[in-house]
């Protein structure tokens, strides 16, 4: 199993818009070739907010990356954003 997790610092007066994008997510993604769970976490506090997305392995995230889907899902992003990202990747040892 494999885990992308984007750590996302929103600056407050862009939280409404970040939220309305990721809204729906999950949806979108469960048709993708070894896409397993999608979570979007916002802050119960503070600015930080996390899109978790959870695969059967590494090869099919980076087929995701790849693909037409992802850059379609991409498209409208914002170069002048204000979102600070960090994306940071895991292959799952152990689970319950």
Known sequence: MYVSMNRLTV???YQSHLE??????GERM???PGFLEFLFL????????????K???????KAWTESEAFKRAHAGTNQNSPVKSDLRNYTVKAHS
């Not at 916002?42 to 997305?53: Q, R």
């Open 11 to 13: 600056p407050a007066d």
């Open 20 to 25: 309305r994008a990721f809204g729906g997510g």
């Open 30 to 32: 469960k048709d993708v």
């Open 42 to 53: 916002a802050p119960s506090e503070g600015d930080e907010y996390v899109v978790f997305t």
């Open 55 to 61: 695969w059967t392995d590494e090869e099919a995230f």
